[in-house]
């Protein structure tokens, strides 16, 4: 079984500063996909960035960076010059290299709010 | 760019009733998905569909709900009989494959409120 685990249910930041979302993983999987989705309040869900358990690198998406710890089992999104629009929920989510086909298990989510 | 599109973007529906979800997957995607997210809650994998057939259902996925894609585009989601507690969002998703790497996209959701 997978579990994700979100444990700021909310985030303030300063427009233009850099932030930090956490997320902690939970898998018996040897192989397995991290992703993060960002939900507005208009409800639709958008994948912002992928990171792969065998990735030696933390990607980069742009304004998005993943701080991949494999050892620590966490995978924090870092937004960095935040802007207004970056006002939304924010949901990272696993997808294990067991049996399942494809699934995403998801985490609690994390409210951020910009400050202008 | 592609997408994932679904109808209707809201359904109010009385309790008992029956509803149709529907989505278009993006068109080159092979794997398709529905999950529910309860307002304010997470997101939950409800069923994945691979090559005509249900690959994975979860403990919500019971005989109330069903799945299935009528023609080479649509991909269907069915509740026999709603109940209050069906009262979600409902969002369509589709990737090309069902490795690691491959993205699910989203669609915008279907509110549904059940009365």
């Known amino acids: 079984a997978q579990k994700i685990t979100q444990t700021q249910p909310g985030m303030f930041v300063q427009e233009k500063e850099a932030v930090t979302l956490d997320c902690t993983y939970d898998?018996?999987?040897?192989?397995?996909?991290l992703f993060w989705y960002k939900q507005p309040s208009s409800g639709e869900m958008i994948f912002l960035i992928y990171?792969?358990?065998?990735?030696?690198q933390n990607a980069t998406e742009g304004r998005y960076s993943l701080n991949f710890q494999k050892a620590r089992k966490s995978a924090n999104l870092v937004i960095s010059a935040s802007q207004l629009g970056d006002s939304a929920m924010y949901f990272c989510a696993m997808r294990g290299g067991g049996t399942s086909y494809g699934k995403l298990t998801f985490g609690q989510g994390t409210i951020l709010t910009v400050h202008p | 760019e592609p997408e994932v599109t679904q109808t209707p973007s809201h359904q109010v529906t009385q309790m008992g009733q029956e509803v149709i979800l529907r989505c278009v997957p993006i068109?080159?995607?092979?794997?398709f998905y529905w999950y529910r997210q309860i307002l304010g809650q997470k997101v939950e994998f409800l069923v994945s569909?691979?090559?005509?057939?249900?690959?994975?259902k979860s403990e919500i996925f019971d005989d109330q709900f069903s799945v299935e894609r009528p023609d080479g585009s649509n991909f269907t989601l069915k509740i026999r009989s709603t109940k209050l507690e069906d009262s979600a969002m409902y969002f369509c998703?589709?990737?090309?494959?069902?490795?690691?790497?491959?993205?699910?996209?989203f669609g915008p959701g279907t509110r549904l409120t059940v009365l």
């Open positions: 898998t018996s999987d040897q192989s397995y996909g």
């Open positions: 569909f691979y090559n005509n057939e249900i690959s994975e």
């Open positions: 990171q792969g358990s065998y990735d030696e």
């Open positions: 068109s080159n995607h092979l794997y």
């Open positions: 998703a589709s990737s090309r494959l069902a490795g690691l790497t491959d993205t699910q996209y």
